[in-house]
């Protein structure tokens, strides 16, 4: 089992012990899937992946530079091509343009970053994504870059021409997977909430209005009410509802969601937004809790080092690999070069156990 990067054996092991002891009361799982089953759909997820390391003043162009982001990319070609695996999506968790988008939905970063970076011999299916924070912020001034990612996916072309992948539908959707004999109903919304007294300070703050936000939370209960017609149910958006990152629990999301994700048993829960990788199964929660944001942007320090909470976290780029079948549904973290780091199974009752590979 890999140990959290800059943590004391001491706290790993009080880390494992809880889990360990949370693990316990579940019950085991009665058969996993093998990682390479055939009969499974699989998505690849990345979140917070297109990055500048240099932001150039004239746009993108010469002196840019995203090699984590190539690096990780890579990592996820390798890894398909080694399981002779064609997954049946990828999932972008948010946070997909950081720094400027010179020319909004013309811009040269759509072919660079995504189009070729992700490229449809290796990735047909849809590329279902959500929003960021860096996503709703303004760079250039006169570009929207939220709008600009709702065109580029109504178009349905790329910079070629060529159909693309990009599923944006709206700021927050539903879509079933996979397409074609779909096994999980996931929901994805927008985390960019307002601060907690509504405030809105324009030109600084960059979210959904506080109108936007009721309507949102209006329309996910009407989701979760829906009959429950297939497997698994998944909620996926940006921010964590928890995290053992820096930027901590989201108290909004904490008040809001974690209600209804308790309520109804929402299997899985995939947030970004924190630069790294994690699996939060929390006491009392019936909700595993997915965290990778780790697809390009510089890594961040783990902020409960040491920790009450796991099984597990670790600052490395990489990306997560999500297999289900009508029976398990499995999440393994991998790093940039395709390598297996941690992984998890649910089965349908909920009993959650780690994956020895
Ligand atoms: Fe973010």
Known sequence: ???????????????????????????????LAPRHDAAAAHALILGDWGYLDK???????????????????????????????????????????????????GSPRWRAQFEELYPADAFPGPAYTMLGN??????????????AEL??????????????????????????FPAKKPLMR????????????????????????PAQQAEQLAWFKQQLQRPRELPW???????????????????????????????????LYMAGHDHDLQVLQLEGEPTTHVLSGAGGADLYVLKRDGLDRGPYAQEVHGFSHLSVTPTSLQVRHLDADGR???????????AV???AS
């Open 1 to 31: 089992m890999p140990t959290l990067s800059s943590t004391s054996r001491r706290s790993f092991i009080k880390q494992t012990l809880a889990w360990s002891a949370a693990a316990a009361a579940a019950q085991p799982l009665a058969a």
């Open 55 to 105: 932001l150039s003043t004239q746009g993108f162009g010469a002196g840019s530079d995203f090699a984590a982001q190539g690096q990780v990319a890579r990592g996820m070609r390798h890894f398909a091509q080694t399981d002779n695996l064609v997954p049946d999506a990828l999932f972008l968790l948010g946070d997909s343009w950081y720094g400027e988008l010179p020319g909004g939905v």
């Open 134 to 147: 860096h996503d709703y912020q303004y760079i250039p001034a006169d570009v929207n870059k939220v709008e």
């Open 151 to 176: 065109e580029y996916a109504r178009t349905g072309r790329g910079p070629d021409g060529k159909p693309t992948r990009w599923t944006l539908p709206a700021r927050w959707y539903t879509f079933d």
């Open 186 to 209: 996931c929901i994805v919304l927008d985390s960019n909430m307002p601060k907690p007294d509504g405030q809105v300070r324009h030109g600084v703050d960059f979210t959904l209005t």
């Open 233 to 267: 149910l998944t909620v996926m958006a940006h921010h964590p509802v928890y995290s053992n990152g820096p930027h901590g629990d989201h108290p909004v999301l904490i008040r809001d969601w974690a209600p209804l994700l308790r309520d109804y048993k929402v299997d």
């Open 340 to 350: 297996y780091l941690f992984g998890i199974g649910r089965d349908r009752a909920g």
């Open 353 to 355: 156990r780690s994956l």
